[in-house]
């Protein structure tokens, strides 16, 4: 076994060979090519020759290396298996290279391929060595306050200049006075620029900031402009808050009254570190070292001349009490413990919560619970926890927000779904929490949701649907009937052949992956010819569509509430009387609508049905209430009203608006707007 792990030890040795004698060999290949010579040719085979046995040792040395643990476990396998791939490659390269009757129309392709192989195995190399962001670091698009003290912080310095500086001094500095606005410093913001002041401070509610960004994204003065870094819900509340504050630049955030929701907000972005002070800890005796050596315990140093430690429990052990004792000793020492493909328990839980200087905690491939957390999340040095492949649930959300040091959360294959991860990201901003690999890296690594495909999404009298999957070996389940799909709903084998309305919904399943996202698509049938329509009230002057005729022209609009097919109303109701070509029985009705709140636009409130057979008395067959999200981006889609099947001719709906931006929208209490493209009967 020490052998093995000594050859091990030389993949970081080998692994650069294949990287540059196949540049090298790439390089003579694009000049045979340009120049038409074959005088490359044996330096070229010579080449491959040796890249491809570096590249065998390499991978070899590589997966002996990746059994010692201690590594990610997603950057691990596709560097692994990527590796071998390569390797693969390499060898058909050399072999279709050396047939000269074929080189010709293989080798470039080959080469090509190789590369792309070569360079990703590198990239997820590099990672697991120097981390995942090492090449494709992200900056990120929230601020973060790092001050100790939020109550003695000085509010513009601390809160308000982070935000400017990094979604407003792009455009507003020195150097690019757009608008004649500089925003590097309180003198030269309090001038204000072309457009004169920003803040009022008589009516600190119309100052010139707020309006700006307050505007529609689409609006020419909204700002950042449209293409920028956008504020967040967050920083438009907080600006808010401290230009209606006067725009104070000296006053601290106790001096302020009504600052609870504020205090709420800045504590979600609130970045503090404990440092480790390490003159109290004593370094590891030689006696101690060995010891835990004896035990099987792997034992790094953090760094020359640190007392701290890096430990890891060999993965076919329990731990034993024996082996907890012999750490015990050294627990102020540790603050980084692998503990994956053990078996955890109560002893071990007591053990982990008593490292006091505890940053990185590994506890993938082990039994740890949700029950298991509640003494795990009293840890408060915590930086990294790696939780992958557990049984770990929603249940452990309110202990991972109450670890204020977590920095880095891996849930990959654990029983966190994603509407806890949504909520866990929304109450920990900073927190970077990794569900799989990442897709802007490479390809999926998380089944995504089934496309639902068709020609339209309205038709006369039949229509195809094809449902896909971009996961080989996957199998999709599907419904019709609007209910959610699961493992025992129809296996999806080849398209659909509609003849009446249809919600339908799908969802992916792959071994060892899990269920995707459900997909949903409303597929609606005509089965009504509408002979008139009319309106109580027009629309908008400034959002006209045809007038009452856009709802029946069946015409589906695109989500740009300009393209003349919506018909809009601000701060007001819609009601249509819909006049059929016959009386007939009628049991559906279908309400498309838009919801785009950064335009102030938003999905109905409620929808009433209500039918007559002479045009002037009407009776209410249905009354639906409408709880979609307003927070989400821009949407379409086609709101139901089901009723029992009755006789009628003239149908009334009664679209209600809400009338107002909700409390939290940046702009409460004004005019929202209503915008409806077609109503559809069934």
Sequence with gaps: MNLMINISRLHPLLVHLPIGIMFFAAFLFVIKKRKGTTVHDSSIFLALLLSFGSAAFSAITGWLLSHEGGYDEQILFWHKWLGIATTVGIFILLWVYKNQRISGYWSGGLFFTTI???SATGHFGGSLTHGSAYLFEKESNEFVFTTKNLQEAPIYQSFIQPILQKKCVACHKPSKKKGGLVMTTVTDLMKGGKSGQLFNSEQPQESEFLKRINLPIDEKKHMPPKGKSQLTADEITLLTWWIKNNACTNCKLASIENKERITTILQKYHKTKTPLYQTHIKPLTNKQITNLQESGIRLTSIATASPFVSLQIPQTEKIS??????????RQNITELNLSGTTIHSRAVDFITSLVHLQKLQLQHTNVSDEHMIKIKQLKNIQ??????????????????????????????????????????????????YNGVDSSIFGKAVLNPPAIITDTDWFADSLHVVIKSDFRNSQIHYTLDGSEPDSSSTIYTQKINLTKSAKVKAMVRKKGWGTSKVSSKQLIKKSHKIAKVSLYKPPSEKYPGQGAKTLIDWQKSTPDFRSGKWLGYEASHLTAILELEKTDTVSTIFVSALSEPNSWIFYPQALIVSLSTDGKIFQKVNQIQLDKDHRAGTELSSFEVSFAPSSTKYIKVAIRSILKNPDWHPNPGEGAWL????????
């Design 116 to 118: 792309l192989l070569l």
């Design 321 to 330: 009490r024996a082996t907890l004792q012999s750490m015990q000793a050294i």
């Design 384 to 433: 990294s926890l790696n939780l992958y492949n557990t049984t770990i649930s929603d249940e452990s959300i309110a202990h991972f927000s109450a670890m204020p040091t977590l920095e880095k959360l891996y849930l990959w294959q654990s029983k966190v779904s994603p509407e806890g991860i949504a909520q866990l990201q929304k109450a920990n901003p900073l927190l970077k929490i």
């Design 675 to 682: 915008f409806i493209d077609e109503i559809l009967i069934n």
